[in-house]
């Protein structure tokens, strides 16, 4: 279906930013989904971007009907393994599993069919049967040397479900091979390796600040010191004030005191004089 020029460079740019942002925002990218399924309903581009965003959301009934609509537009069976994996999402393994098995398979790309495949495992481990999954992920795409670009995630899949069976040598064995074909580190095998190894990773950051957090420490207690030492060398200076102060209170008593005396002295020599310098009456 065409649309006016105007609308098309909308919905296009809609659909650019579900893109963009479908692994690292899923809900921004489906808010954009909605846009784009407003503008242009009819437009299978569309209803299949807004699947997967529903999808990336969990929204696995709304998905399912936006991909069943972008089916019956194009025809196509592409769509199929994420069809069957949003019955997985919605609690029926059992329909997945029929999915699988259907004749739609067939039509599909070799790496549809690995997808498929994976789904159908992922099935089985809902229904707790083990040793199923591990025999259906098993497979000549499996066994393969070469690295295509499913084969990191299907080697996961397959150590996954050993591990999960207890079956830990083989689980270590294929995590690692999937290592080697992880090169853009799509999985955490590297990680599920080093665990069964008994490998702890320490966090650098957390170092930092335990490190930052006792220089911190060290630095505020000689601070603390150093303020000690301030309120010491003010207490000693308060104390030579006062000492000061007291003895230079001393010396001015002691000198009011010698001026009294003084004073005394003078008075007493007045009276002296004056009996000195009185007339003497004769005796008779």
Known sequence: MSLPKGLAEDVSRNLVMVARLIDEDPEG??????????????????????????????????????????????????????????????????????????????????????????????????????????????????????????????????????????????????????????????????????EMDGVEFVDALVEDDDESGQVTASKAGTEDEHQDDDEDEDDEGDEDDDFESVTADGIADDVDDLENEDEDDDLGNDEDDREDDAPHRPQS
């Open 29 to 194: 990218a489906y808010a954009y989904s909605r846009i784009a399924l407003r503008l242009a309903s009819r437009v299978a581009a569309v209803r299949e971007a807004a699947g997967f965003a529903a999808y990336a959301n969990q929204k696995y009934s709304e998905a399912l009907a936006e991909f069943r609509a972008a089916r019956r537009m194009t025809g196509s069976v592409e769509l199929w393994p994420v069809m069957a994996d949003c019955e997985r999402g919605l609690g029926r393994p059992e329909k997945a599993l029929e999915m699988a098995g259907a004749p739609e398979v067939q039509k599909l790309d070799k790496a549809s069919q690995v997808e498929m495949r994976l789904v159908a495992a992922g099935a089985r481990r809902d229904m707790d049967q083990l040793e199923a999954a591990i025999v259906t992920l098993q497979s000549p795409e499996l066994a393969s040397n070469s690295v295509q670009p499913w084969t990191a995630r299907l080697r996961y899949a397959y150590a996954d479900a050993l591990l999960a069976a207890g079956r830990e040598g083989e689980a270590r064995e294929w995590f690692a091979k999937t290592v080697e074909s992880d090169k853009d580190s799509s999985t955490d095998a590297s990680d599920r390796l080093a």
